[in-house]
């Protein structure tokens, strides 16, 4: 049998140190050519408390929508609060978020990208949220995911 032996804090220590101001000048610099909104979906309020400069929107009309859609900023926030949920409930909720996140999209010209933090296996209902979202997403629009 193979022994297992532990690794030292110390290995840390010998990776280069990430150069933090040129790492932001990257990030900016491509988020500047970023053509499309990013879509970030919460189930829970907590996920969002330490969100700065970032709209956060606690319903997800097409006002809404579109209101986010056209902010200066790459993205916002959906708060969702699914995560208190029924399966039904959330059900209902991620068609209609889709759906305005596709008509939207439509609307302004502009495409997206989602990102789901219904990542709770205990609490949330995760896998359905993002199987949800992927198979709307794809019978309203034209876009794919593996």
């Given at each position: 049998m193979r022994e297992?032996?532990?690794i030292s804090i110390d290995i840390l220590n010998t990776f280069k140190q990430v150069d933090e101001d040129r790492l932001n000048k990257l990030l900016a610099d491509e988020l500047k050519h970023l053509d499309?909104?990013?879509?970030?979906l919460d189930d829970d309020p907590t996920g969002v408390q330490t969100v700065h400069d970032i709209s956060v929107y606690t319903d997800w009309d097409k006002d809404s929508?579109?209101?986010?859609?056209?902010?200066?900023?790459?993205?916002?926030?959906?708060?969702?609060n699914s995560r208190g949920f029924t399966?039904?409930?959330?059900?209902?909720?991620?068609?209609?978020?889709?759906?305005?996140?596709?008509?939207?999209?439509?609307k302004v010209n502009k495409d997206f990208i989602i990102i789901s933090r219904s990542d709770?296996?205990?609490?949330?209902?995760?896998?359905?949220?993002t199987n949800l979202?992927?198979?709307?997403?794809?019978?309203?629009?034209e876009k794919l995911f593996d």
């Open positions: 297992v032996k532990p499309r909104k990013i879509v970030v929508m579109e209101q986010g859609f056209n902010e200066k900023n790459s993205m916002f926030f959906i708060l969702t399966v039904a409930q959330t059900t209902k909720a991620h068609k209609e978020i889709s759906k305005n996140i596709v008509d939207v999209s439509k709770s296996t205990m609490r949330g209902h995760y896998p359905v949220e979202l992927k198979s709307e997403v794809e019978r309203l629009s």
